[in-house]
């Protein structure tokens, strides 16, 4: 079961992805950065016990930041868009 936690880091949740699950039922997540698109499936499925049609994949590139004279940089991650089946829902996207 630890595995699981380790694939699916985090939910995010921001307008855009709270607009896209209350239209589309797209979930998006926060990934492992190696994880594989089957590795998200199989974690979601059997963390939430919902039915996913469809997993999409993509690495955010990382970001410079500044905080006064100090430089820094974010570090690249991986987000995950999960679709569900019809009637599934996850529940702590709804509140």
Known sequence: MPELYRTIVTPVVTEKSSEAYSTRL????????????????????RLFEVTVVAVRTMQMPAKLRRRG????????????????????????FEG
Do not use: C, M, N
Not at 32 to 42: F, G, L, M, V
């Open 26 to 45: 797209e979930y998006t997540f926060r990934a492992h950065p190696t994880a594989s698109k089957q590795e998200i499936r199989q974690a979601i499925e």
């Open 69 to 92: 004279r100090t430089k820094g940089r974010r570090a690249r991650w991986k987000k995950a868009i999960v679709t569900l089946q019809p009637g599934d829902k996850i529940e702590i």
